[in-house]
């Protein structure tokens, strides 16, 4: 089993930036990819971005250029550092796991632009 826990999230103006952690805990050995999904009011759930054990990252078309995923192997901690945040990214993010023998999702962070 996997926990993850997300951090980071709150308030910012649109133009600024923010950072969201996600620590993962427990079988971290198996995890594949870790990932950034979003969910705002009245949308459904979307990947953001995400990174297998590699590396390799696969980003929205919609953030592309402005956000950017990155991994912590010592700290088991993803991060997505977002930049230029626009009123339009305001939502829940949860971040994913994905790892031999199932998934696992955290609570959410609830990143707010304000325009």
């Known amino acids: 089993q996997v926990q993850l826990v997300e951090s980071g999230g709150g308030l910012v103006q649109a133009g600024g930036s923010l950072r969201v952690s996600c620590a993962a805990s427990?079988?971290?050995?198996?995890?594949?990819?870790m990932g950034w999904y979003r969910q705002a009011p009245g949308k459904q759930r979307e990947l953001v971005a995400h990174?297998?054990?590699?590396?390799?990252?696969t980003y929205a078309d919609s953030v592309k250029g402005r956000f950017t995923i990155s991994r912590d192997n010592a700290k088991n901690t993803v991060y997505l550092q977002m930049n230029s945040l626009k009123s339009e990214d305001t939502a829940v993010y949860y971040c994913?796991?994905?790892?031999?023998?199932?998934?696992?999702w955290g609570k959410g962070t609830l990143v707010t632009v304000s325009s």
């Open positions: 994913h796991a994905l790892y031999l023998g199932g998934d696992c």
């Open positions: 427990g079988a971290i050995f198996s995890i594949n990819v």
């Open positions: 990174i297998t054990s590699g590396g390799t990252t």
